[in-house]
């Protein structure tokens, strides 16, 4: 861990208890500033209570008084808390700093940062990424937004480690000084606009990773985006991946390309879908930055089928193939998925719903032969089925849904869970989703 004195004797409010939280705790208690932890939930963590009490963190549970801010020099906020609480507009009222815990892991990381962001794909970078580097006898670690908290990683990473860090533009939007080596921007869509209030709010967030960074550094972007950064102060290199037209790293006769060098054919690699030649191009332009040798790179993209939840395929009951995409919480997401395959799709969706129209899908359902559908939005997929004339059948959740799918199902088809909505109606978070779905594939099996 890298020396730091900026946190020695501040009083720093933590505002929440999830990972992160524990985390910045522990880090910030390291670094020597007087912390308190303050939740809305009742605080029921007994042994993690007598810890910060020998500490000397003081704990304030149930609410977050006001009267905390009067000798606050800092907070470090969750992620996923709103700006718009009056905790945190009071706060800024009063200009006291706001940051998350990435913040933190940059000031103490002696690993160089490689930060992933983006609405689709990031998590897929950073893993393929990661298997790249490993390959390559290098050490990732993989952290942030995908888990691991960043600053638990930076405070045990060494010089020779590398951290590859996902971020979420909840994070994003906290970063003061944070300054990555190199920063990869899959893509920028509309997400998540019950936090961030507009699109541009959310592109901002996006775009911050790259404030900090110097000639020194490198920001991988889409091509097919670039227009984003016209009149931005960008002090960085830039390089960009299209999977359509000649760029730093592209596709040219069944080819990866990558600065003009063949790299491998399209068709060597196994994880599926269109989405996936983008994501596989930025993960190359990262790779190759990082000094990871061909054949590294050859032994990933031949073996790497994808990572849980994502586009994962589950396999094949009866000549059916079952793929399980509960991280598809969007209609974008959703649409790349349906892109996917040529074969008759029987689709399994639905879930919170959050307001938004399903009719965009309809572009990429041509191939589907029936919709089975469950939670929040099942009404609008029947919906959405009717306009397409589309058999479709109503069930309790992914896991009852699957044994309609196969009821349904004939030699040669594909059975696609990929929901298009979040999953917090019926799940604490698509991977508990995603996990009941293949708890369901298990008993075909």
Known sequence: MKSYSGYENKNVIVL?????????????????????????????????????NAWGVEIVDGHHPSNLLNRADLIVKNPGIPYSIPFLKEAAERNIPIIT??????????????????????????????????????TPVLCGNIGYPATD??????????????????????????????????????????????????????????????????LIFNRKQAHMLDGLDINCRVQYFDADNEADAYVKDGNFIVHGEVIMPVQDVVLKGDHNIENIL????????????????????????????????L????????????????????????????????WLAGGLDRGQSLDELMQYAGHVKRIVTFGETAQKFVALADKMNIPSVTTENPYT????????????????????CASWDQYKDYEQRGDHFKEGFAKLS
């Open 101 to 138: 815990e990435v913040e933190i892991a940059h000031h103490v990381s002696e690993a160089p940062i490689y930060a992933l962001t983006g609405t689709n794909g990031k998590t897929t970078c950073t893993h393929l990424l990661g298997e790249m580097l490993e390959q390559d006898g290098g």
């Open 315 to 346: 396999g094949s009951v009866d000549d059916v193939v079952y793929y399980n995409d509960s991280k598809a919480t969007n209609n974008l997401a959703t649409s790349f998925a349906l892109k996917s395959f040529d074969t008759p799709v029987i």
């Open 401 to 420: 849904g699957i044994e309609l799918t196969q009821a349904h199902a004939a030699p040669g088809d594909t059975v696609l869970f990929s929901p298009a």
């Open 153 to 218: 990683a930076a405070m045990e990473a060494t010089p020779d480690d590398t951290l590859l860090m996902e971020m979420s533009s909840f994070q994003l939007m906290g970063i003061e000084e944070f300054r990555p080596n190199i920063a990869v921007i899959t893509n920028i869509y509309e997400a998540h606009l019950d936090y961030h209030g507009s699109v541009e709010e959310y592109r901002h967030a996006k775009l911050e990773i790259f404030k900090n960074m110097t000639a020194k550094d490198l």
């Open 282 to 313: 930025a993960t190359l332009l990262t790779a190759k930055a990082h000094g990871v040798a061909n054949g590294a790179i050859k032994r990933t993209l031949s073996t790497f089928s994808g990572i849980s939840h994502r586009l994962e395929r």
């Open 16 to 52: 929440g208890y999830g990972r992160s939280g524990k985390s910045a705790v522990n880090a910030l208690v390291t670094l020597g500033a007087n912390v308190t932890l303050t939740t809305n939930e009742v605080f029921s963590d007994e042994e993690a209570e007598q810890k910060y």
